[in-house]
Structure formats: structure tokens, C-alpha cells
């Protein structure tokens, strides 16, 4: 490397650069600036990328990929189609100074047409939004995490990866992603081994027959919480949970994620109070599927509560970031908009006011997002952070760019045992909501009524929650 060419490259190091910059950086005429980019690319091909034209080009310096110092690091990626089919969308640059470039194929995603202005582009600083939710996370995020230390060999052999899956860097995520991300939230795949793994896990899929359930469930907790089966999947979310295919009596397979509880034999408190707020999700959901409130738009995912052989509460809730047995759809989180939109990371109502202000949701589905918010508020769900409101891209030249996903992980987690399994003794009030105001502020009150009535009803709960649900129904 001569020493014009090593100039060119420490700046570059710094990240991507527009032309006239460097031309002041490196005391160079536009031509001689051509030259030499055409001579870098010529003997480290791969490596320089121009990006746009005239005054608005851009030149940026690719990073080397992992253990192949001469090639620069590119990822295809791919989305899975309605019936499973997997389709080559673009390419992933993975630059200097924490920027990437993703170059579109095929016409890009089936999306692309939903999105706002200027969201699909070609440099970014960080992880493209779209691909953020593929970030190992939760519950399940931890479990792969530890299955992965735990292996001595393989291709993440070299990473060293942190217990915590909140200190792994964007490096590191994006080699296990593109490793062991065959079953990641919404439609998209990263690298050729995660696609080739979905392929074969198409092809190997464990189906459970609906009638097997309860015994099938017991034995994959069993695989699970004791070593034998790493979900490679990073659906969100604390609780402890796993993903399935199940058919019915007719052959029409869905996939669903399933939670579990504690088993009856644990008698501690918070193994009670972990089976009570299973429960209670299973009626806070079930409830928004009603006739009213399913027809002012807050629809849920489907649920259905089942007790395994060996003595837990499975909450089932079919998916619906796939389809049928093979396909998928694209969800994106709160979060993930957020990035991209340039917003904070505030309450849902608030988040909902600035993704309407970039006109990236309408009206009406702001006005569901704000029952929502409001619905969980008198439930007492305390987690209603930005990974647990989602969204699907709206149709092409609709009114609004994303639209509400069917909602999840509702539950009083205000009652929830802390990490060291302390159990909130007693009652807890609920303050008054105040982050908007209308019809479906006092909607959502009357659906919260309902359900802590349902609670209080319900004779598989505690008799502690029980009366909790009790006052809790008087005091609204």
C-alpha cells in the first residue's frame, strides 16, 4: 500500500467522507481524487465503496471480515415469503466507524412500498433499523447465549461472547445473527448459514399434533431448561417461553410461541404468583378479541391456555410474524421505528405522537395505540416499554405507513416477584391515566373493569390474586 493510498484509507477509517472533503483533506484535485480511488479499488477490491453522485457522493472503507482479512465483510440478506419461499433482498456492507451500506437486490423487500421517504436508503449509521429486532433478546436471547458459550467449537468459536447479552457489540451480533438466526422475529435473514438453516429447519420441523400438546410441551421444558435444546430464536420478552408448530385435526399447521409456568409442585410464592399472571394474560388478551372491542381495531394475538402433564400453565399465542406452517410476515418494534424516526424512547401514547408527527401512522391507528396504552395502564402492566408495542408495514398508498400488530404481553407486571422471587404483598393502586384523554381512555377503563373481574372469577387463580382482582375491579 503506497502512501496516497494509505492517506485515503486512515481518513476513511475515521467513516464514510463526501468527495470534497477529502479532497481537502488529502490536498487533492477532483481528478487526482478519481485516480487514486479508481487505483484503491483496483488492489483491494471490495473494500472502497462510492456511494451516491455529483455533490452528494460519499466514499466509505468496508471492515475485513472475520477471520478473512482480505475480503471485505458483505452479508445477503433475505426475506421469507407468505408461503416460506426465501428471497435474496440486498446486501449488507458492514462499514468503518460503525456504518453500513445495504445495497438493494430483487427489487428490495415486498415492503418497500409502505415506507416513508427517504427510510429505505443506502448508508446508515448503525444497524439498519429493519434489521434491529434480530438482536438476541430476552428470555430466549439468554438462553442462546448460553448455549453458545458453552460450545467449544464451531464458527463463533473466536467470539468470547459476554453472558449478557446487552453487552454483546454490533459485531458480535451480527456474526451470531447470520449463524444461528434461522428463526428471528418478522421475515428477514442474515448470511447464507442462517438461510441454509432455515432451509433444513423447514425440512426437520418437529410438528405437534394438537392432541399432544399438553405431553409434548412438558418435554420440550424439559429440553429446554435443562441444556438439551437451544432455541436459535429471539423473540422478546423475560418470561420463559418456546416456539412450536402445531397442526390440527385438518392439517393446517400454525406457528406459535408458548409460555410456561412455574409446575404445581413448586409451592414457593413466586411460583404462584408466576402461574397467576399466566393466567392473567391469558384473560387481559382474550378479552381484546371480543366483538366490541375487536371492532374498534385492538386486536390481540390468539391465545389458548392449556395445563401440561407435568403440572404448568402453557399460554400458547399463535404468531403473527408467520404464516401457516413455512411462512412469514415483517413486524417491526416501537423501537425500531423510533431509530429511524428519530424519536425518543418514551410511554406508548407518547411514542404513537411522534411517529404520527413524521406521518408514519394515521389517525386511527393512533387512536388504537392509545387505548392500548391506556387498556394496559389500568391493568396495572408496568412493562409497556418500546419492545412491546409492534407494528406491519400498511398497504402500499394507504394512509398510514405502519399499522398496530395484534397486541402481547399483557399482564399486571406491577404484581410481578422481583429478581430475588420478593412477592408485592398486597394491594396496589393504580393512578389515574393521564396521557390522553377521549373515548377510548374510558373504553379501556370499562375493558379493564371486566377483566380484573374475570380474575376474580376465575377459580384456577389464587385466592390472594383473587381478592387483589376484587379490589382492583371496586376501585375502578
Known amino acids: 500500500m503506497d502512501e496516497s493510498v494509505r492517506s485515503l484509507v486512515r481518513v476513511l477509517y475515521s467513516g464514510s467522507q463526501g468527495g470534497t472533503h477529502l479532497c481537502e483533506r488529502l490536498n487533492l484535485s477532483a481528478a487526482g481524487l478519481s485516480r487514486l480511488v479508481k487505483r484503491c479499488q483496483a488492489e483491494y477490491p471490495g473494500f472502497l465503496h462510492k456511494m451516491g453522485a455529483a455533490r452528494a457522493t460519499r466514499y466509505a472503507w468496508a471492515k475485513a471480515a472475520p477471520n478473512s482479512p482480505d475480503q471485505p465483510w458483505q452479508l445477503p440478506v433475505y426475506e421469507i415469503d407468505h408461503l416460506g419461499s426465501v428471497q435474496p433482498i440486498g446486501t449488507l456492507t458492514v462499514l468503518e466507524n460503525d456504518e453500513y451500506r445495504f445495497v438493494q437486490e430483487n427489487g428490495g423487500p415486498s415492503w418497500l412500498g409502505a415506507l416513508p421517504k427517504g427510510w429505505m436508503r443506502e448508508l446508515y449509521e448503525g444497524i439498519p433499523w429493519f434489521l434491529q429486532d434480530l438482536r438476541p433478546q430476552g428470555y430466549l436471547g439468554r438462553v442462546l447465549a448460553q448455549g453458545l458459550r458453552a460450545q467449544g467449537s464451531g464458527p463463533l468459536?473466536?467470539?468470547?461472547?459476554?453472558?449478557?447479552?446487552?453487552?454483546?457489540?454490533?459485531?458480535?451480533?451480527?456474526?451470531?445473527?447470520?449463524?444461528?438466526?434461522?428463526?428471528?422475529?418478522?421475515?428477514?435473514?442474515?448470511?447464507?448459514?442462517?438461510?441454509?438453516?432455515?432451509?433444513?429447519?423447514?425440512?426437520?420441523?418437529?410438528?405437534?399434533?394438537?392432541?399432544?400438546?399438553?405431553?409434548?410441551?412438558?418435554?420440550?421444558?424439559?429440553?429446554?431448561?435443562?441444556?438439551?435444546?437451544i432455541p436459535h430464536s429471539s423473540a422478546g420478552g423475560e418470561q420463559p417461553k418456546f416456539t412450536a408448530s402445531v397442526v390440527d385435526a385438518t392439517g393446517n399447521v400454525r406457528q406459535v410461541l408458548v409460555k410456561f409456568s412455574p409446575p404445581e409442585g413448586e409451592?414457593?410464592?413466586?411460583?404462584?404468583?408466576?402461574?397467576?399472571?399466566?393466567?392473567?394474560?391469558?384473560?387481559?388478551?382474550?378479552?381484546?378479541?371480543?366483538?366490541?372491542?375487536?371492532?374498534?381495531?385492538?386486536q390481540a394475538a390468539a391465545t389458548e391456555l392449556l395445563r401440561g402433564t407435568d403440572g404448568r400453565w402453557y399460554l400458547?399465542?399463535?404468531?403473527?410474524?408467520?404464516?401457516?406452517?413455512?411462512?412469514?410476515?415483517?413486524?417491526?418494534?416501537?423501537?425500531?421505528?423510533?431509530?429511524?424516526?428519530?424519536?425518543?424512547?418514551?410511554?406508548?401514547?407518547?411514542?404513537?405522537?411522534?411517529?404520527?408527527?413524521?406521518?408514519?401512522?394515521?389517525?386511527?391507528?393512533?387512536?388504537?395505540?392509545?387505548?392500548?396504552?391506556?387498556?394496559?395502564?389500568?391493568?396495572?402492566?408496568?412493562?409497556?416499554?418500546?419492545?412491546?408495542?409492534?407494528?406491519?408495514?400498511?398497504?402500499?398508498?394507504?394512509?398510514?405507513?405502519?399499522?398496530?400488530?395484534?397486541?402481547?404481553?399483557?399482564?399486571?407486571?406491577?404484581?410481578?416477584?422481583?429478581?430475588?422471587?420478593?412477592?408485592?404483598?398486597?394491594?396496589?393502586?393504580?393512578?389515574?391515566?393521564?396521557?390522553?384523554?377521549?373515548?377510548?381512555?374510558?373504553?379501556?377503563?370499562?375493558?379493564?373493569?371486566?377483566?380484573?373481574?374475570?380474575?376474580?372469577?376465575?377459580?384456577?387463580?389464587?385466592?390472594?390474586?383473587?381478592?387483589?382482582?376484587?379490589?382492583?375491579?371496586?376501585?375502578?
Open 157 to 229: 468459536a473466536d467470539l468470547n461472547l459476554s453472558e449478557s447479552i446487552q453487552r454483546w457489540s454490533d459485531a458480535q451480533v451480527l456474526r451470531v445473527i447470520s449463524v444461528v438466526g434461522e428463526d428471528l422475529p418478522g421475515n428477514l435473514l442474515i448470511g447464507p448459514i442462517s438461510a441454509e438453516r432455515f432451509l433444513q429447519q423447514v425440512k426437520d420441523a418437529r410438528i405437534v399434533p394438537v392432541g399432544d400438546r399438553p405431553r409434548i410441551y412438558a418435554q420440550r421444558v424439559h429440553e429446554l431448561t435443562s441444556g438439551q435444546w
Open 267 to 298: 409451592t414457593t410464592p413466586a411460583a404462584q404468583r408466576w402461574r397467576d399472571l399466566l393466567r392473567a394474560e391469558f384473560h387481559a388478551l382474550s378479552l381484546l378479541a371480543r366483538d366490541g372491542l375487536a371492532s374498534f381495531g385492538a
Open 316 to 476: 400458547e399465542s399463535t404468531r403473527f410474524d408467520r404464516m401457516g406452517g413455512l411462512g412469514r410476515a415483517p413486524v417491526f418494534s416501537l423501537r425500531t421505528l423510533l431509530i429511524e424516526a428519530k424519536g425518543t424512547l418514551p410511554r406508548w401514547a407518547a411514542a404513537a405522537r411522534v411517529l404520527h408527527e413524521h406521518g408514519c401512522i394515521d389517525e386511527d391507528t393512533l387512536t388504537r395505540i392509545r387505548f392500548l396504552d391506556a387498556y394496559g395502564h389500568f391493568l396495572g402492566n408496568t412493562d409497556r416499554h418500546s419492545g412491546n408495542l409492534a407494528f406491519q408495514p400498511g398497504l402500499p398508498g394507504g394512509s398510514s405507513n405502519f399499522v398496530v400488530a395484534p397486541a402481547y404481553d399483557f399482564l399486571p407486571m406491577q404484581y410481578a416477584p422481583d429478581s430475588q422471587g420478593s412477592v408485592v404483598p398486597g394491594f396496589q393502586g393504580i393512578p389515574d391515566y393521564t396521557e390522553a384523554e377521549g373515548d377510548e381512555v374510558a373504553l379501556a377503563k370499562t375493558a379493564a373493569t371486566l377483566f380484573w373481574q374475570e380474575i376474580a372469577l376465575d377459580s384456577e387463580m389464587s385466592d390472594d390474586f383473587r381478592k387483589l382482582a376484587c379490589q382492583h375491579a371496586d376501585a375502578l
